[in-house]
Nanobody, 124 residues
């Protein structure tokens, strides 16, 4: 059974960095577009960053552009999110997702597989 597992979340002070990982198992996701989403308490799940199957194209929400970097290693079936200059408003549960399509979508409903989420808390 295919699954995605996030890791790397935690508590960090504002201005700090974290690196999230998303390890896939059960099938290869090398032909899938993949993305990171986040959900704060009481809010909708929002797109954070996305990467095409070949890693040739990356996309970012305006709120994280210039601070976060998405990457993937298809040989390891793993995706990453490097988060720098973290702010308290980045606090949320972060989810990785995979979509059986070539192009990245900003819509959660376009994704076929989801991880269980990892908590990121940024203190001021």
């Amino acid at each position: 059974q295919a699954q995605l597992v996030e890791s790397g979340g935690g508590l960090v002070q504002a201005g700090g960095s974290l690196r999230l990982s998303c390890a896939a198992s059960g099938r290869t996701f090398s032909s899938y577009a993949m993305g990171w989403f986040r959900q704060a308490p009481g809010k909708e799940r929002d797109f954070v960053a996305g990467i095409s199957w070949s890693a040739g194209n990356t996309y970012y929400a305006d709120a994280v552009k210039g601070r976060f970097t998405i990457s993937r290693d298809n040989a390891k079936n793993t995706m990453y999110l490097q988060m720098n200059s973290l702010k308290p408003e980045d606090t949320a549960v972060y989810y990785c997702a995979a979509a059986n399509r070539y192009r990245v979508s900003y819509l959660p409903g376009s994704y076929d597989y989801w991880g269980q989420g990892t908590q990121v808390t940024v203190s001021s």
